[in-house]
């Protein structure tokens, strides 16, 4: 199959955190395998694609990393329409960026749709020396949130790939139970269904 025929499903998914939590790394590392070095802050919505392998499906991630900032938030919400799953994350070293992940949560789901696949990110596992939110509290909020909870680091790369992998898994199982229509930001590949027009992104 060409570039453009590759994949059964294409999912919007958004990053959205605190400002400094290293979301832009995170999509960076997923889609160059490296860190990236002194990184700005991102205005507005940065964006990047990237292919998984589920089972004997092709997943299509269309990845939109959000500006963390106050000043961007009511600019980057139109972003959050149509998103089939989001990473929310915080910095492991930093307590306030886990304090604001409620607010992050209830957006997300009031912005998009309520049963959006979810995953809680805690970034910058590399610098455990400086931790100050522990897995304990990280994970009985997640309980409470009914949302699974993962650790990463865009510096080494432990676990990028595998959070996105987790979020597409929990999209694929919604839509083989039908809990999921093929509604905006959940796209068939242009070859599976003669009936679907190609609206891939280009990348």
């Keep these: 199959m060409d570039g453009e ?3 059964d499903y294409m999912f919007k998914v958004i990053i959205i955190g605190e400002s400094g939590t290293g979301k832009s790394c ?3 590392y997923l889609i160059e395998n490296r860190f990236k070095r002194n990184p700005n802050h991102t205005v507005g ?9 589920i089972g004997d499906k092709q997943i299509k991630l269309q990845i939109w990393d959000t500006a963390g900032q106050e ?3 009511s600019v980057t919400k139109s972003y ?3 998103a089939a799953a989001a990473l929310v994350v915080y910095d492991i070293t930093n307590s306030e960026s886990f304090q604001k992940l409620p607010s992050w949560i209830n957006d997300v789901r009031t912005l998009s749709r309520p049963n959006i696949s979810l995953i809680v ?3 910058k596992c590399d610098l455990k020396s400086s931790r100050a939110v522990s897995v304990v509290d990280a994970s009985c909020f997640c309980q409470e949130q009914e949302v699974p909870l993962i650790e990463t680091s865009a510096a080494t790369g432990e676990n ?3 959070a996105f992998m987790k979020l597409a898994k929990s999209v694929l199982t919604k839509l083989d139970n039908k809990q999921l229509d093929h509604v905006q930001g959940i796209q068939p590949g242009p ?5 679907v027009h190609d609206r891939s992104c280009s990348c």
């Design 5 to 7: 025929r590759d994949y």
């Design 26 to 28: 995170l999509l960076h």
């Design 45 to 53: 919505v940065e964006f990047g694609c990237k292919r998984l392998s």
């Design 71 to 73: 000043r961007f938030r």
């Design 80 to 82: 959050y329409r149509g």
């Design 121 to 123: 990110v805690g970034n």
């Design 160 to 162: 990028v790939e595998e």
């Design 191 to 195: 070859g599976r269904l003669s009936a």
